[in-house]
């Protein structure tokens, strides 16, 4: 089982930037494909953007492309999400997922623990 713990979330305005962090333990983190994955109000979770097990490859959501930065840092045990010229439709509660067997897929059925989540609120 691995643990998931996000922060970094908060209210910020249009055009600004946000850093969320997601910090895993439990299992070896360097094993894990981990992904961000978001859910606005009434509405069903989506997928963000993931990273390969190394770092080596990122995958972004068309609607998050050129704007937000996935990373990695497995001598941490540690991902962040740097979001850039936020949107008012980016508001959302943020989840990290991981992967145990190492995927890093664009589906919620492929990952296996989650966090609590964390509110980032775009304001116009």
């Known amino acids: 089982q691995v643990q998931l713990v996000e922060s970094g979330g908060g209210l910020v305005q249009a055009g600004d930037s946000l850093t969320l962090s997601c910090a895993a333990s439990?299992?070896?983190?360097?094993?894990?494909?981990m992904a961000w994955f978001r859910q606005a109000p009434g509405k069903e979770r989506q997928w963000v953007a993931a990273?390969?097990?190394?770092?080596?490859?990122?995958y972004y959501a068309d609607s998050v492309k050129g704007r937000f930065i996935i990373s990695r840092d497995n001598t941490k045990n540690t991902m962040n999400l740097q979001m850039n010229s936020l949107k008012p439709e980016d508001t959302a509660v943020y989840y990290c997922?991981?992967?145990?067997?190492?995927?890093?897929?664009?589906?919620?059925?492929?990952?296996?623990?989650w966090g609590q989540g964390t509110q980032v609120t775009v304001s116009s």
């Open positions: 990273i390969s097990t190394t770092g080596g490859s990122q």
């Open positions: 997922a991981a992967s145990i067997i190492g995927i890093s897929g664009n589906s919620e059925l492929e990952y296996d623990n």
């Open positions: 439990g299992r070896a983190f360097s094993s894990l494909g």
